[in-house]
């Protein structure tokens, strides 16, 4: 016979077993997906330059390179810091870009996507699924793009991974890349509590977000890349809300919509949703509230004017390299390069080396922050800055990028870095689109990224003052901005620490300081803290909720029928 006494103290130890794995198992869960995905240190390691292997058949690989503008998805093996993957899918990607490399008649320099989980769905890379390797197109410096991500990371914005790497296929060296994570689900887990919902990558009819009709079927360009059986009326109503007068707060992730656009306007960022081509973002629905994603920055920096890009010449290129270039360095990071091979591509290519620093660019309207259109007609942009508290705080963030991410110090820092870390991988770029002498001209000449960031932040400054009244541009092609690569400069002073040595400055500024009204929301685990989302183990810690819910009532059940004997006995 059993005593009550003990019955109740079985009870009470189950009980108290079941609240705390109800109070753990979450938390395992978490610690479960953190070590999981670790691919932002593991893959994405900005102290060093990566190698990428990459082995296919032959004749895949002829496949490609005589038909690349299909983007023929292969089989190959990927190998990264030394870690081999196999079974990867494998294609050419871009668009303006590739088309123009398409268009030379001496370059295979394509960008490339990895698919990790293409053939085998539960294939990945420490967590990683995708990676983009992108070819650094229109621009000599190698750095648009990546300081371009730096600023989005500083202003709080959930933003890709982002690395140098040096990419070999079937063991002929391709060059410096930029290694980018692709924006899908392995993206949306590490940087928004819930990943469940609708991701779109706007290029097309509707990817101005113009108001056509409350058919989504209307909105072809729109391009829903998960949920396929999402009804989208979240988006049917944001797309209202923005265009007829709704409260946007309700379907906006306002302030860090601002922050974005204050970067991208900062920028001057146009080969994108304020230019004409309205194109290269991503929207993300969050239980019915968006954010925009930032993606595609090789043009930034004043790089682009209506068309943009570059048109091809086949004529080869000379290489200027051997009186400048520096090779004290020739072995990094366990890793062996080739010696300097003759530059592959279509030279003397009609590029944006002249005009980047042109008056447009540097006095691009913070107002009116649009090329090639209407603010009007970019309907989300101009929701939000016709609202003047919205506009109020637009302002405030481009006077903290003005004030400390575009500083001649700071920027000078991240420069000199980057150039240390990346100038022999340049030198040794068999297929690069520039000479090493176009490559140092644009980092360490007369005009550079530091001179653009410098007196953009002049400009925007006197803007915000009103010391300088800057009218919108609408018309494309009309205002004198034409596709912009870089310096043309005749040489100047090279910044400090370019030749390596001693200590280097930090790559990552401090955070900026917004302080007062400026501040965002706390943004932990959402945005720039790269927390884990829940929303992979959810199904885990029901199933395990369930069965010790299960094993408590069965106790429960089980003390009572012995307490019951107990009493009959």
Known sequence: ??????????????????????YLVPLLQVEKATKGNTYAKSVFDQSKVTKVDITLADDDLDSILDNPSEKEIVNADVTINGETVKNVGFRTKGNLSLNSVVQMDDSERYSWKIDFDYYQDDQDLHGLKKLALNN???????????????????????????????????????????????????????NFADATGDLYYPDGTGSDLKWISEDIDDYTGLNLKTNDHSD?????????????????????????????????????????????????????EENGVFSILPWDYNMSFG?????????????????????????????????????????????????MSSNFMNESNINFSITEPVSGTALEDRPLLNALLSN????????????????????????????SEISTLITPYVKRDPTKFYTMNEFLEATS?????????????????????????????????????????????????????????????????????????????????????????????????????LVLLILLLGAIAFAHFFKRRGKTG
């Open 1 to 22: 016979m059993l005593k009550t006494r003990y019955v109740a103290a079985a009870i009470g130890s189950l009980i108290m077993i079941f609240i705390a794995a109800m």
């Open 136 to 190: 650094n197109y229109s621009d000599p410096t190698f750095m648009r793009e990546y300081l371009s991500y730096e600023l989005m990371e500083k202003m709080g914005i959930a933003t890709p991974g982002h690395s140098y790497m040096y990419v070999t296929i079937n063991g002929k060296e391709w060059g410096l890349y930029l290694g980018v994570e692709a924006i899908e689900e392995t993206f949306l887990n590490t």
């Open 232 to 284: 989208q009326s979240a988006m049917i109503h944001m797309l209202d809300a923005i265009n007829n007068g709704g409260n946007i707060e309700e379907v906006l992730d306002v302030d860090e919509m601002l922050r974005y656009f204050a970067a991208n306007t900062a920028l001057v960022n146009l080969d994108h949703y304020q230019g004409d081509k309205k194109h290269n973002y991503y929207l993300y």
């Open 303 to 351: 790089g682009y004017s209506g068309g943009g890009g570059r048109q091809a010449e086949g004529t080869a290129r000379k290489n200027e390299d051997e009186a400048t270039a520096k090779n004290d360095n020739a072995e990094q990071d366990d890793m062996k390069l080739p010696e300097e091979a003759p530059n592959m591509n279509g030279g003397g290519m009609m590029d």
């Open 388 to 415: 003047d508290e919205y506009r109020e705080k637009y302002d405030d963030y481009l006077n903290d990028i003005a004030t400390d991410f575009f500083s001649e110090e700071k920027m000078t820092a991240m420069t």
């Open 445 to 545: 000449g007369e005009e550079t990224l530091v001179d653009f960031a410098v007196q953009r932040a002049g400009s925007i400054l006197a803007q915000l003052s009103g010391d300088l009244i800057v009218e919108g541009e609408t018309e494309s092609g009309t205002d004198g901005r034409a596709p912009n690569m870089g310096a043309d400069a005749n040489g100047g002073q090279q910044p400090p620490n370019m030749a390596g040595g001693g200590e280097m400055p930090a790559m990552h500024p401090p955070d900026i300081d917004r302080g007062g009204n400026g501040s965002p929301p706390d943004i932990t685990g959402k945005m720039g803290q790269k927390e884990p989302g829940n929303s992979s183990s959810s199904k885990d810690t029901i199933i395990l909720s």
